[in-house]
């Protein structure tokens, strides 16, 4: 696995990486002083330790993964939601040598932990609940993976994943209203009837926004 580490006297990162099967050390671009270079520098070294990871054999039981989520029936926002909670936690079994098949109770507390203390795909910490919804999908894939039969067991049947009250939004005032009303003229007309539906339904405003394929523009 790739790894991180200082040097005395030098302000830089260095790096214990391998290429071509052999381990090199080298120095990177990153200050060590720098919060957002050293960031920089981890996100890096995770992202090398994934390409360590993944062997072929890694490869040949997930290689079935990621055509089952395209061909989920849901909407195109869905099915990126889920590759992205697949991305963060294929690095995580790969990072970790862990298996699929063997990722039970432990394995998800430790999930939790790595997750929510720092993103290396995007740079930046998630909420418990998110990460929870991250395991939530996998116990789905575990499912789809013994109907496959790459698996014989689920061990994350038996994990009960309780997610925290989500925060209730306060509703807009009738003055927060009139000045959004206000302003709307200046912009484009769709905005304008995509805020009056979302106001009138509730639904959030990229719900308001309807394909052009559902509206018949010939006129009879």
Known sequence: MASLYKRPNSPYWWLSVKQGGKWVKKRSEWRVND????????????????????????????SWVEPVIRAMPVAPRSVERYMEAWRSLNLFLSTHRIGLSSFGVHQADLYLAWRTSTNFLRHKKISKNTALQELKFLKFLQKQ????????????????????????KPALTEEQIEKIRAVLPQYPPWMTISFEIGLATGARLQECSIPCSCIDLIVS
Do not use: W
């Not at 960031?39 to 890096?44: F, I, P």
């Not at 390409?51 to 997930?62: K, L, M, P, S, Y």
């Not at 067991?153 to 209730?168: A, C, H, N, T």
């Open 35 to 62: 919060p957002a270079q050293t960031a920089n520098a981890r996100t890096y070294c995770a992202q090398q330790s994934f390409v360590e990871g993944q062997t072929a054999e890694h490869f040949d039981g997930i």
């Open 145 to 168: 993976a013994r109907l496959r039969g790459k698996m014989v067991g689920r061990p994350m049947d038996d994990y009960v994943i309780r997610l925290s009250p989500k925060k209730i």
